[in-house]
Nanobody, 120 residues
Framework: QLQAFGGGLVQAGGSLRLSCAASGRTNRAYHMGWFRQAPGKERELVAAISWSGGIPTYADSVKGRFTISRDNAKNTMYLEMSSLKPEDMAVYYC???????????????WGQGTQVTVSS
């Protein structure tokens, strides 16, 4: 089970930190990712990190502004978001995928979303 939290309202240029806590099965053998979906748009991959914590990947739109990380000892993944823009406003979801599979691909397990609102 995955639970995302940390969303909220922030002004443009501000920062937020999202967290995703995994319970039940350990998340250590799973790649994990952050996705987002804005109203009227398709869900998109924001960032993903391999089961070992290496080889992160980012959407071009967030490179240099967002940082994904994970703490396997705490079964928690993070997304540090800075220099937020109005176009970053969306519901953010965390997800997991077997570590035996490539980092990119369809994710199997999903948490509930957390809303990020960026005011201009």
């Amino acid at each position: 089970q995955l639970q995302a939290f940390g969303g909220g309202l922030v002004q443009a240029g501000g920062s937020l930190r999202l967290s995703c806590a995994a319970s039940g099965r350990t998340n250590r053998a799973y790649h994990m990712g952050w996705f987002r979906q804005a109203p009227g748009k398709e869900r998109e991959l924001v960032a993903a990190i391999s089961w070992s914590g290496g080889i992160p990947t980012y959407a071009d739109s967030v490179k240099g502004r967002f940082t994904i990380s994970r703490d396997n000892a705490k079964n928690t993944m993070y997304l540090e978001m800075s220099s937020l823009k109005p176009e970053d406003m969306a519901v953010y979801y965390c997800a997991a995928r077997s570590g035996n599979l490539p980092l990119n691909g369809e994710y199997t397990y999903w948490g509930q979303g957390t809303q990020v609102t960026v005011s201009s």
